[in-house]
């Protein structure tokens, strides 16, 4: 999942070896939060406009998520 999440970063932006996932702990409901971490110039190529493009990420991580059972959560840092 989270090689799911840099690959999909990393097309999006200009600095590719900026881009950066963190992974918590799974939450008691069993959620696992991943947490994007671009450069600042790159921010609004991830967010996108009205948040399009942040949205769209988050739900190809569900869906993937979905097909191994768990739950996921992005954010954006």
Known sequence: MQELLLAVARGLVEEPDAVEV???EPR???TIVYHLTV????MGRVIG???RIAKAIRVVM???A???GEK???EID
């Open 49 to 51: 406009k009205q948040g």
């Open 22 to 24: 963190s992974v918590d």
């Open 28 to 30: 008691e409901d069993g």
């Open 39 to 42: 450069a600042e110039g790159d």
């Open 72 to 74: 996921v959560m992005v």
């Open 66 to 68: 979905v097909r191994r």
């Open 62 to 64: 569900r869906a993937a």
